[in-house]
């Protein structure tokens, strides 16, 4: 290659340019930011699968609870007495006494928020979630399931609400 005339200072005219070399040091600085910035891709990556991983094994609970939330509102207590273990409903002894008790609670939450807190831990799993009344009071509601593997489902083992009841 020749310069066609030009002349850099310490050159003979029509010398070939010096070409760049990357120096040890600076190929070492761009591998180190290459490998930093692949270990930031891989734990975002990592971070990011295991929030995902964490959200799906928990779904099926969430939805469990959030069905029976629902039914309560709706006032479905049939529906919401069935995600029931038998150990709860037995504590209730008839689903028309399990309707009764969530009257006269005043617990008939009109809107499901989304589920903030989600644990499961040995086939036990705890669900909570913002639930407006019928007051137009938002406050928690709190879940606990258990994996029944017999019949494959998520069965309702306790639950708790804040009261519903305005302080004036």
């Known amino acids: 290659m020749s310069n066609d005339g030009l002349q850099l200072d310490g050159m003979e005219p029509n010398a070939e340019q010096p070409k760049l070399k990357m120096g040890a040091g600076t190929r070492l ?3 180190m930011l290459f490998g930093l910035g692949a270990c930031v ?3 975002a990556l990592s971070v990011g699968g295991t929030a995902y991983v964490l959200f799906r094994s ?3 609970a969430a939805d469990a609870s959030r069905t ?9 207590y049939a529906l919401a007495y069935g995600y029931l273990s038998p150990t709860l409903q037995g504590e ?7 309707a009764q008790s969530m009257q006269d609670r005043g617990i008939i939450p009109v809107e499901v928020g989304g589920f903030w807190n989600r644990s499961i831990d040995n ?3 705890t669900m909570q979630a ?10 928690a509601a709190t879940v606990n399931l258990r994996w029944n593997p017999s019949v494959e489902v998520w ?5 708790s609400f804040e009261s519903p009841t305005v302080v004036e």
Do not use: H
Request: aromatic content about 16%.
């Open 130 to 139: 913002g639930v407006t009344y019928q007051t137009g009071v938002r406050q």
């Open 58 to 60: 928990t779904q099926p």
């Open 123 to 125: 086939n036990e799993a």
């Open 29 to 31: 600085m761009f591998f």
């Open 92 to 98: 209730f002894e008839t689903q028309e006494n399990f």
């Open 155 to 159: 069965e309702i083992t306790g639950f």
């Open 41 to 43: 891709i891989l734990c």
């Open 68 to 76: 029976f939330l629902e039914a309560l509102g709706s006032q479905d």
